[in-house]
């Protein structure tokens, strides 16, 4: 099966992709802005797909519960001179983490092959740019809900984008842990993958450093959360899940590839 993302035809189904998380923020909950300076985000990038990453995700902003919102133009700044400066320097597909079409428009313009969208909506200016440019498109559950809902909320996009005249090939869900959910639900989610994927479709699981790891280890510090990581994408492995995005390539992508191998020697 195959992704499309602008020049990029990214195969999935037989290998679970790893997208690497870039932040380009002061205010991260994750990583407190580590990478916050162009030097120390194109250097992390690098390391990542160095390390096994298939895909990079660059956000400008924090969407940690409680954050306060910056607007396009400021969020543009941040990633303006990260995009440009990684340019030719990776060869693996590049995300924007926005939910903004102006950043989204600009973004692709320098190179950006994916949108990784938060908002939970099909914003019609975001929709002309993800049709416009064949870009990828993330499209993600914002909100409370339980299985169900997120199974008619895949459901409903999926005949709101073809109605758009929008290539289904481009499209790629996220139930969205941690996005307006109780920690139920989101365990729920991740244990449950199979009855609300839809098929046809990627589906990307985000638990990286994530209050719902805490919940489950107790673990404060979230830095620390890499093994209560590795144990909700072996479950979710197991349920189908195809890209994972998380920040710690190196140590996650043993989890992820035992998953992959024990998955495969199911009877």
Request: charged share 25%; aromatic share 8%.
């Amino acid at each position: 099966m195959v992704w499309n993302c602008g020049k990029y035809k990214i195969e999935y189904g037989e290998k679970v992709l790893i997208m690497g998380i870039v932040n380009v923020t002061p205010d991260s909950f994750s990583d407190g802005g580590e990478n916050f300076s162009v030097e120390k985000a194109i250097e992390t990038a690098m390391n990542m797909e160095k390390q096994g990453a298939d895909i990079i995700d660059i956000g400008g902003q924090s969407t940690r519960p409680g954050h306060i919102p910056v607007s396009a133009e400021e969020e543009w700044n941040r990633l303006e001179p990260v995009l440009n400066e990684l340019k030719g320097k990776i060869s693996i597909p590049v995300s924007v983490d926005t939910y903004y079409s102006y950043v989204a428009e600009k973004a692709v313009k320098c190179g950006v092959s994916i949108i990784n969208d938060v908002s939970g909506t099909i914003n019609t200016d975001m929709a002309n740019v993800v049709k416009n440019n064949n870009t990828g498109w993330i499209i993600m559950h914002n909100g409370s809900g339980d299985i169900d809902e997120v199974k008619t909320f895949f459901e409903k996009t999926a005949e709101e984008i073809e109605k758009m005249g929008i290539n289904k090939n481009q499209i790629c869900f996220d139930m969205g842990i941690g996005f307006g959910k109780t920690r139920q639900q989101d365990m729920s989610l991740i244990s449950n993958i199979p009855l609300y994927k839809l098929n046809g479709f990627p589906l990307l699981l985000g638990t990286s450093r994530k209050r719902v790891i805490k919940e489950g280890t107790g673990q404060e510090n979230p830095k620390m959360r890499i093994y209560g990581n590795i144990s909700a994408d072996t479950v979710a492995i197991f349920g189908g899940v195809d890209i994972i995005r998380l920040h710690d390539v190196s140590n996650e992508k043993q989890g992820i590839y035992m998953a992959e191998a024990l998955k495969k020697s199911l009877k």
